[in-house]
């Protein structure tokens, strides 16, 4: 995932689990982002054909994918996030799949 702000500064990253938890950071892995709106992206990185035949207990999905499209493009995505000046700050982003809640 990926913390675009709407003004000027850097973004924030950060890698979903497979319980859909993150952590973000904008200088280092895990410190967080800064202060301010931003749009959020989430890009999903599909195995290969090869890694899905090695291994496919692992790739459950395979070749699909579970994210539309529109929540990796800055104009489309429709999640917002708001990170106030503390430190506690705590998102919970839901995304719409073929009319359905993930």
């Known amino acids: 995932m990926n913390l675009v702000p709407e003004s000027s500064g850097p973004s924030a990253r950060g890698k979903i689990n497979s319980f859909g938890e993150f952590q ?47 929540y990796s493009q800055v104009d489309s995505t429709p999640l917002i996030a708001e990170i106030a000046p503390d430190d506690k700050n705590r998102l919970e982003l839901t995304i719409e799949r073929s009319g359905q809640s993930q």
């Open 24 to 70: 973000l950071g904008t200088f280092e892995a895990t410190d967080g982002a800064l202060a301010g709106k931003y749009r959020v992206l989430i890009v999903q990185h599909l195995p290969s054909a090869e890694k899905i035949q090695q291994a496919p207990s692992d790739h459950e999905h395979g070749q699909d994918s579970v994210v539309p499209l529109a």
